[in-house]
Structures are given as C-alpha cells and as structure tokens.
C-alpha cells in the first residue's frame, strides 16, 4: 500500500477518491473486524470484556506466529535472525499484557451484570492459547478434547502436540553447535509436557558463565518471553480473583484454584534454575 500523501493543487493531502472501497480497507478488513462485536448481554460494561477479550486471541495466533517462524530460523542455524523475532514476540506480549488493565479491576458486581451470559463460554476452550502453550512445551492431549466437534482446529492442535516446541527447536540448535544436549531430551515422547533435564541445565548453565553473546541474547530472548507469560498468567489470576472470588468458572473448573495451579508453572524450566549455578 502506498503511504505518500498526492498533491492536489499545490498543497500535500492524502488522496481521497477510490473507485470502490478504500486500500486500507481491503488491507485491514476493518469493516469486518467492527461486526464482530455482539455482546450476549446489553450491559455497556461487558463491550470492554469483549473486545479485550478478542484482541488477546488475536495476539494469541501473532505470537504462535512469530514463534513458528523463530523455529524456522532456529532449523536454519540463524541464531540472530531468530532471536530478533524472539525479541519482538516479547514486545508483543507486553502488549497483551497491557490489554488486562480495563478489565483487570472489576468489582464482583460489575462482573456479575453480565457474567450469567456467557453461559459455560471461558477462555480455557481457546483454541489458539492452547496451541500457544504447545509452542511452550506445555503438551496435553486432554485439552484437545473440547475440540473435538471442530475437525480443523482438532487436527491442527493434534499436529501442534507432536511437532516439537519452540524450546525443543532451541536445545536441538545448541547440540548442532556442539552443546551437550542429550539425544534422550530431543527424542523423547514430544505430545507429553516437556520436563526439566540436568544436564539442559548445566548446559545454560555453560552459555551463562561463558562469553558467547549469540547463545547469551537467545537465553535472555527466551527467559523474557517465559516472564511476560508468567505475569499474563498472574494477571489473569489476580483478575479473576477480585472480579469473582473463589466461585467456580464459567467453564467449570475449580475457578481461582485452578489458575493458582497453572501459575505456579514456569516454562523454559532450566533458564531459571541455571542461574544458581553461575
Ligand atoms: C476478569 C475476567 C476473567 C475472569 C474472571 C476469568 C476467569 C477464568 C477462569 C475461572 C478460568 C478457569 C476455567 C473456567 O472454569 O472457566 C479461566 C481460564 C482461562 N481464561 Fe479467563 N477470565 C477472565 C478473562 C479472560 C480473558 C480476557 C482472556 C483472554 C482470552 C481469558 C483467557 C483464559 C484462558 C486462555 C484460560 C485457560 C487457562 C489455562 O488453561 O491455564 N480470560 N478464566
């Protein structure tokens, strides 16, 4: 799309007829995008909780995105090209987490006006989160189940399981370049959670102590992305404990139990507890 503004007799605006609809319209869709708004209740509160809401499953397939493409670049042994599109996955998950501000403090009451109309809908049956922490190496066949109705979703979650994560890709970039990853790590069952490994450890532990910038900055690119995921987390957990206290969710859970149980997972496991031993 071109961007420069046309000269219309002798002063710089932007142009302003189009034969049909408009470039940036085609571009962006955007007359789509502002259909797809339809509350399920008619509290005026609830339009915040929606769009926040579609706006973080947006940033849910962009950074499913950004990761499959790091994994390219990771199979490809360009460890920079894939770092910086690790570094701008990190600023996007800023951006998601920026979004929990408008709704993050709603009192029980607010929530309440419209809660009853979203029926047993949660966000735990999104479908691109899940594939989101499959790219995490948080593998779980059971959470294809709700799915199952869905043969093109099911099917791409059930090819997401066994791919290897973006963190397998990483562990089997540093054993081409000569690091100690063991051969068990990267051929093990790749649809179960991946597990924390001694000797992953003391390899980060190596690049840590070490002076390879390269192996460093993909370190640090990775433990970013495993903070910002934490603090959604946390944010969703504290969220949902002032808006609904320990009810049980929409989706049926235990509600705050069970995002507590959630939370307490730390993705990457070895980048934390490496630093220990630098
Ligand atoms: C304050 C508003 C919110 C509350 C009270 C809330 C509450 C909950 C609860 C109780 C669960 C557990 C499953 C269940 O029983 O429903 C859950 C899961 C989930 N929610 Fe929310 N939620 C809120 C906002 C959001 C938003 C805006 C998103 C964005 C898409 C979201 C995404 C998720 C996801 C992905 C899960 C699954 C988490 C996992 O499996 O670890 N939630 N939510």
């Known amino acids: 799309m071109s961007t420069c503004p046309v000269i219309h007799g002798g002063e710089e605006v932007p142009k302003l007829d189009f034969g049909g609809t408009t470039p940036y319209e085609d571009y962006v869709h955007a007359s789509v995008l502002h259909t797809l708004q339809k509350q399920a209740s008619d509290d005026p509160r609830e339009m915040s909780f929606l769009v926040i809401t579609q706006i973080m499953e947006l940033y ?3 950074l499913c995105f950004e990761w499959r493409q790091a994994q390219l ?8 090209a894939a770092v910086r599109t690790l570094r701008r996955s990190d600023l996007h998950l800023q951006g998601l987490n920026a979004a929990w501000r408008p709704i993050a403090r709603m009192t029980p009451g607010e929530f309440n006006s419209f809660r009853d109309a979203l029926g047993e809908g949660s966000g735990f049956q999104s479908g691109v989160y899940r594939e989101l922490e499959f790219l995490l190496g948080e593998k779980s ?33 540093l054993r081409r370049r000569g690091l ?42 990775l433990t970013d992305i495993a903070e910002e995921f934490a603090r959604w987390r946390y944010d969703h957990l504290l969220a949902t ?16 139990a069970f995002l507590e149980k959630r939370t307490r997972r730390s993705v990457f496991p070895e980048l934390w507890t490496a630093r220990s031993f630098v």
């Open 60 to 62: 849910f397939g962009l």
């Open 73 to 80: 670049e990771l199979r490809a042994d360009d460890l920079r």
């Open 180 to 221: 100690a990853i063991p051969v068990a790590v990267l051929e093990r069952d790749l649809t179960k959670t991946y597990e924390p490994d001694a000797d992953v450890e003391e390899v980060w532990a190596e690049i840590y102590r070490g002076d390879d910038r390269d192996l460093l900055e993909l370190g640090e690119a």
């Open 141 to 173: 066949r059971s959470m294809l189940v709700p799915h199952r109705a869905v043969p093109e979703l099911h099917e791409s979650l059930e090819a997401q399981l066994a791919a290897p994560s973006l963190y397998d890709d990483v562990l089997a970039a």
């Open 241 to 256: 404990r002032r808006s609904m206290g320990a009810k049980v969710g929409t989706g049926g859970s235990a509600g705050v």
